[in-house]
């Protein structure tokens, strides 16, 4: 058997970086798409057997230390104490499991998380995005199978097809028989002399893609949407991973939320706080007209049913709820302030003084400067 270097054109002591350029410079050249001589597709299923060992650190040491890399039958060294028992109980048990079945060159895909900024209005009735995502996806040239098109795997000479092979190693117990993945098929059993130029032997390539997804009303910040196999596609032609889309809902200006509630602030005149009023405002999702009482103060809270955020499990919105700030005014006439000085000597109000300490209107004066209800 040819060397694996010699082959190559490399020395011993070449990096995986050096063993994959002259791999990537010989498959070039030797290609059946380029040379489709039945000299070059000998050497190319050689060139493609010794970056196999190589290009793997396990096989390459096997190899290295006078095996195969194959899985070739040889005389392994002797190992710790404790590893002369792991190969001895594991040569016992029948050489661990999966001896005789290899493994699935198809493989789940990973999973794919992807971060979308919603606004509230957004959040209020729920929208549709087109979200447009950058995964691997099933490459079109082998359909999944990674090999070039009109060619196939063929079953390991090394291993049978099994996927493993079995070593004879001397120790202190004497000769056993171990178990280990194939190091020319890495266990799967078929090698293949042909990858896939497009997506070498991958089964899959990176590409850019629109997936729609349905945002529900009355999502929150930290939310996640699960899509079913929307995620990465898995090598070999592997089933797909899931995408996860997480919400953000953005700042608003003049509202905020507090769980299924809206909240927001309005300024009132200091006649309309005295005499009361009706206000029309314009909310996220229409008009609203508000009532206001005669006599309102600062601080106090007004309600607009059923103006709030959806439930997002269950029927039903939650309320929008208004702080009330009394304006005082200011730069007033002097006919103004005529009216203000006979309405004061007419009402004979108290003169500012300290009364009984109220936690509740402190909190309402705090919570509204902090935008918090």
């Known amino acids: 058997m040819a060397d694996h270097y010699e082959t190559l054109g490399l020395q011993r002591d070449a990096t995986q970086e050096e063993i994959k350029k002259a791999y990537r410079r010989l498959a070039r050249e030797l290609h059946p798409d380029v040379n489709p001589s039945a000299e070059a597709a000998e050497r190319f299923k050689s060139v493609t057997h010794a970056y196999d060992v190589l290009s793997d650190p396990d096989a390459r040491e096997k190899y290295d230390l006078g095996g195969s890399g194959g899985g070739d039958f040889g005389f392994g060294g002797f190992g710790s104490f404790g590893d002369v028992f792991e190969q001895f109980f594991n040569a016992a ?20 998380l992807l971060r979308v900024e919603v606004g509230l209005e957004e959040v209020l009735a729920g929208t549709r995005r087109d979200l447009q995502v950058t995964t691997a996806v099933r490459c079109e040239t082998c359909d999944g199978s990674c090999c070039a098109p009109g060619t196939a795997p063929v079953t390991c000479d090394i291993c049978g097809g099994t996927g493993h092979v079995q070593r004879q190693m001397r120790s202190l117990l004497g000769t056993v028989m171990t178990t280990a993945p194939c190091g020319t098929c890495r266990g799967y059993g078929t090698v293949i002399p042909y990858p896939c130029a497009t997506c070498a032997g991958e089964g899959r390539v990176r590409a850019s893609r629109t997936i ?56 009132v005149s200091m006649t309309d706080a005295v005499l009361g009023a009706q206000a029309t405002l314009q909310g996220l999702d229409g008009e609203i007209r508000l009532d206001i009482p005669a006599g309102v103060q600062s601080g106090a809270a007004l309600t607009a049913k059923g103006r709030g955020i959806a439930h997002l499990r269950g029927a039903g919105r939650g309320d929008l709820r208004i702080a009330v700030q009394v304006l005082t005014p200011q730069g007033l006439s002097s006919k103004e302030t005529q009216l203000i000085q006979q309405l004061q000597a007419s009402r004979r109000d108290a003169e500012p003084r300290f009364t009984k300490f109220k936690q509740g209107f402190f909190a309402r004066l705090r919570e509204r400067f902090h935008g918090v209800f």
């Open 93 to 112: 048990a029948g050489g661990g499991a999966g001896r005789g079945r290899p493994r699935s060159r198809a493989e789940r895909g990973q999973d794919a």
């Open 212 to 267: 729609p997804v349905d945002i529900p009303a009355g999502v929150d910040t930290g939310v996640r949407i699960r899509l079913a196999g929307a995620g990465e596609v898995g090598p070999a032609g592997g089933p797909s991973g899931d995408l996860f889309v997480e919400i953000t809902v953005a700042h608003h200006d003049v509202f905020s939320r507090s769980g299924d509630d809206l909240l927001a602030t309005i300024e």
